[in-house]
């Protein structure tokens, strides 16, 4: 049930986003650190201790879902500025 509603937020605020014109970029997480260190030149270890440092900073809870959203972020930063 957590899953269908998950799916059915994403789809809503996706949905959304593009309604009113918005930019969205969807990514699938198991792709995301490694294309991030092929766009910054960084190595996956130099990603993963990055995201390790986040960790220490913002502090618990510092789960998967709260790492994937960094690192989503992270890479649509980086995308963007390379327009």
């Known amino acids: 049930m957590h899953v269908a509603e998950t799916a059915l ?3 809503a605020v996706l949905a959304a986003a593009e309604q009113h014109g918005i930019e969205v970029h969807r990514y699938e ?3 995301v650190a490694t294309r991030l260190a092929q766009l910054t030149g960084l190595g996956p270890s130099a990603v993963d ?10 502090g618990r809870p510092w789960r998967r879902e709260h ?14 500025s390379a327009r």
């Open 9 to 11: 937020y994403r789809e």
């Open 29 to 31: 997480p198991a792709t």
């Open 67 to 80: 790492k994937q959203a960094a690192l989503g972020a992270w890479l649509t930063a980086v995308v963007l």
């Open 49 to 58: 201790e990055q995201l390790a440092e986040w960790g220490r900073v913002v």
